[in-house]
């Protein structure tokens, strides 16, 4: 369960008149570990003491995620698949992005690999680890 549905629900015991520790121990009853904690419980029920109606969380300020967007992934991959032997510094000096993001692309968004010095997806087919073998055996891959 999502943490919007337990906003729903602590509302839902805030406005049947269940104070906190009714609430806490009720959502723990039907949701065991993963109901949320007391502090988080008495949070919403403070905000919603003081009129708040609705459960979505808040806007949070701050700087928005610009660098890793479609366009970057997709560039990433295509500099990858250019010369496998790039170094993550490499990328960023082209991109002039920052190496946390590159890192994540390549890893989280791409699900590459460095493996014998190349970038490589980290799930190979049965045939393409063969190849790699083969290739590594006769010297082909440093």
Request: glycine residues 4%.
């Amino acid at each position: 369960m999502d943490s919007k549905q337990f906003h729903v629900l602590i509302y839902h015991c805030f406005f049947m008149k269940k104070n906190t520790v009714q609430a806490q121990q009720w959502l723990e009853k039907c949701y065991g570990k993963s109901a949320p904690s007391k502090t988080t419980i008495c949070r919403w029920y403070a905000d919603f003491k003081r009129g708040r109606t609705d459960t979505e969380n808040a806007e949070r300020s701050g700087r928005p995620n610009e660098a890793i967007t479609p366009e970057t992934i997709k560039k990433v991959h295509q500099i990858v698949f250019e010369n496998r032997k790039l170094k993550l510094r490499e990328i960023t000096d082209t991109l002039n992005i920052s190496y946390g993001s590159v890192y994540t692309i390549l890893h989280e968004h791409l699900s590459m690999r460095k493996l014998l010095s190349k970038w490589v997806p980290r799930l190979l087919t049965v045939d393409q680890c063969a190849v790699s073998q083969v290739a590594r055996y006769n010297g082909e891959i440093a």
